[in-house]
């Protein structure tokens, strides 16, 4: 549950940096967003998340 809480806080600061370093383009970006179709968004989630969890696993299987 710690490695959760850490990473939910990672996520925030990198989101934060971004929206803080990058407005304008961030505003940009979630504008185009709109353009993309509900099938992209949700193939991207999902390649996202196995991604993710590929890294979660073998950083706790390595160390």
């Known amino acids: 549950m710690?490695?959760?809480v850490i990473a939910?806080?990672?996520f925030l600061f990198i989101e934060g940096i971004l929206?803080?370093?990058f407005p304008s383009k961030?505003?940009?970006m979630l504008k185009k967003?709109?353009?993309v179709k509900?099938?992209?968004l949700r193939f991207g989630g999902l390649i996202f998340t196995i991604l993710g969890f590929v890294i979660v696993y073998y950083?706790?299987?390595k160390i």
């Open 33 to 35: 967003l709109d353009l």
């Open 59 to 61: 950083m706790k299987n």
């Open 8 to 10: 939910f806080g990672l």
């Open 26 to 28: 961030m505003k940009s």
């Open 38 to 40: 509900d099938n992209q």
């Open 2 to 4: 710690r490695e959760l």
């Open 19 to 21: 929206y803080a370093l």
